[in-house]
């Protein structure tokens, strides 16, 4: 039944609302109109694409390529509807080798803007230039030759002001342009990629000769030295690119990039092979992030299930999981587990090298232990990029029951990660990195519950370059950094400054917390109490400041620290949730070893 205050009778809708209605299937926002325009230079074969967005791509989207261009007979015919250079027959359909092909783009935008096109080909003496207002055409003029195409969009949704209303702010819509660049310029590393904004430049990747090195431009050499090399094949499939080292896996999702034949896509399939292949691998509350590029047969895939292209659909999704699960599964347990990057700094569990590093002070203890008055173990929340609850453990449990403090005897270090140690009647394995870092996140928390979190001034500095929708993230929150002893001011126009940091803490790797920090941060909006914000920032500065594995320690520093973690209670855990200690005692022991029953 017809709704009320609609006409029963059937019609067919002007062609001007027909354009409008294709429009929102194709440009939802700017990052939309800029991905069908890069997508459109990467068809022509261009070499170089500079992309220039002002207001966040709300005044203006000037996409340039040196591709080869268009003939000036056919500058109109490329804005209307189901027009394409890419498809002849519906033959064509089953293999799509394209990035666009469907005919709907510049209409969808032109519809919805106003464009100007200047174009030119190879052999043309004079280019050509036309305005669109609206999706109506203007007169074709003639303009200077450039080789190549350059495309303004202008007044995004001028004749659509609902749709503009809707549109978040400048600076979030200005970060999904900039994830689309940098997606394509990592599909694509031998293209040249340029962007400004407002006249400022923001990215620059030169044409890189190997997928590792647009990694390296877009991601930074921290992320790249976390990763492991992914490598797998299957007849008419192909998988490689990075993934995260269990080790180095973090609470945050991103990022999860998926290329298949260089498309960005989203693939449930891919991800759940991804996560097959880890198993056990990742601890509790840790997610894979990786960049992963899928080449298949063109035959074997359909590219045209979603009006954006975000989703393809595999001929034979069970190959497809196979050989990324096993590609992944090699990667962890193989021999060659080493960094993508030859040069890398530090690493958690990796440096076995004689000279270790300072050694952190553990002197700085406590009074005495910290107990809860209730005295039950309490579990607050950490977040996931889903806004989910994470498991952030607090046991600020009973003290350690004894009449007085336990006896610690040091035995040793094993494989420079885990201690050794009889405490009191019992044989304890400790991590050494986990033990410390829960040490260092309880004096941390109760230093903030107290609002009097004191701050070390770092004797250089550590700048840390970021992109510009991080950085606008750190800015935002500075002030509330500073109560959690964290002093971080900009450093020009695309870089921080990390300038002081809590009491307490070891060296910590500036560039690597600051990733962890920017996780974090992501998340502040969704977690409305001062609390669950802290709490996670806390356990990222304990995380970086405490002792690394892979450090060799001597016997004294290994009972100081033993005796630190005893204070606080022997909490089994480190804030994140991964184990401290295995403990055993003398009762345990004894029937190990079949004593139980003997004088």
């Not at 819509?173 to 293209?191: D, K, M, N, R, Y």
């Amino acid at each position: 039944m017809p709704s009320v205050g609609c006409s029963a009778a059937i019609q067919v809708l002007p062609g001007d609302v027909v354009s409008r209605i294709a429009a929102g299937e194709v440009i939802e926002r700017p990052a939309a109109v800029v991905k069908e325009l890069i997508e459109n230079s990467l068809d022509a074969g261009s070499k170089t694409i500079t992309v220039d967005v002002k207001d966040g791509g709300l005044s203006l989207i000037r996409v340039t390529d040196d591709g080869e261009g268009i003939a000036r007979s056919e500058l109109l015919l490329a804005f209307e509807r189901h027009a394409t250079s890419k498809l002849r027959s519906d033959r064509d359909l089953a293999s799509v080798t394209s990035m666009g092909f469907r005919g709907e783009a510049l209409p969808s935008i032109a519809s919805v803007s106003k464009v100007t096109v200047s174009t030119a080909t190879g052999p043309d003496s004079i280019g050509a230039q036309a305005t669109l207002i609206g999706g109506v055409p203007g007169p074709v003029r003639d303009v200077a030759p450039v080789r190549g195409t350059r495309i303004e969009v202008a007044d995004l949704f001028f004749n659509q002001p609902a749709r503009k209303k809707f549109l978040k702010s400048e600076a979030t819509e200005f970060s999904h342009i900039t994830h689309v660049v940098q997606q394509a310029g990592l599909a694509w590393p031998s293209v040249h990629f340029r962007m400004t904004h407002n006249g400022q430049e923001i990215l620059n990747y030169p044409a890189a000769a190997e997928s590792r090195d647009r990694i390296l431009q877009v991601y930074r050499p921290v992320f790249i030295d976390r990763m492991m090399e992914i490598k797998g094949r299957v007849p008419g499939c192909a998988v490689y690119g990075v993934a995260v080292d269990p080790l180095h896996a973090k609470s945050g999702k991103q990022p999860q990039d998926l290329f298949v034949n260089r498309r960005p896509v989203k693939s449930a399939t891919v991800f759940h092979a991804v996560m097959e292949g880890y198993g056990a691998s990742l601890s509790k509350g840790r997610h894979p992030t990786f960049v992963l590029f899928l080449n298949i047969d063109s035959e074997r895939i359909d590219v045209n299930v979603h009006p954006a292209k975000r989703e393809v659909r595999f001929a034979d999704s069970e190959s497809i999981h196979r050989v990324v699960r096993h590609a992944v599964r090699h990667a962890i347990a193989g021999p060659e587990r080493v960094s993508v990057l030859e040069a890398a700094p530090e690493r958690e569990m990796v440096s076995m090298s004689d000279q270790a590093p300072a050694a952190p002070n553990f002197s700085a203890r406590p009074p005495g232990p910290f107990v809860d008055p209730g005295g039950d173990a309490v579990v607050h929340s950490a977040r996931s990029d889903e806004g989910a609850q994470l498991p952030l453990i607090r046991e600020d449990a009973e003290p350690y029951k004894q009449p007085t403090a336990p006896e610690i005897v040091p035995l040793g270090q094993l494989l420079r990660r885990y201690l050794v140690v009889q405490v009191g009647q019992e044989l304890h394995v400790i991590d050494q990195h986990t033990a410390h870092e829960r040490v260092l996140y309880q004096r941390l928390l109760r230093q903030w519950e107290r609002r009097a979190v004191a701050s070390q001034p770092l004797l250089i500095p550590e700048p840390v370059e970021l992109s510009p929708a991080h950085f606008a993230l750190v800015d935002r929150y500075r002030e509330d950094l500073a109560q959690l002893g964290l002093s971080i001011d900009p450093f020009g126009t695309s870089t921080v400054a990390i300038r002081a940091v809590p009491v307490g803490l070891g060296k910590i790797d500036a560039a690597a917390f600051t990733q962890d920090l920017l996780d974090d941060l992501a998340q502040w909006g969704r977690l409305p109490s001062l609390e669950g914000r802290a709490q996670p920032v806390l356990a990222s500065l304990a995380c970086h400041g405490a002792v690394r594995a892979g450090r060799a320690m001597g016997l004294p520093e290994i009972a100081q620290l033993v005796h630190d973690w005893v204070q606080e209670g022997l909490i089994t855990t480190c804030p994140h949730g991964r184990r401290t200690a295995f403990r055993l005692s003398a009762d345990e022991l004894d029937k190990l070893f079949g004593r139980v029953g003997w004088a």
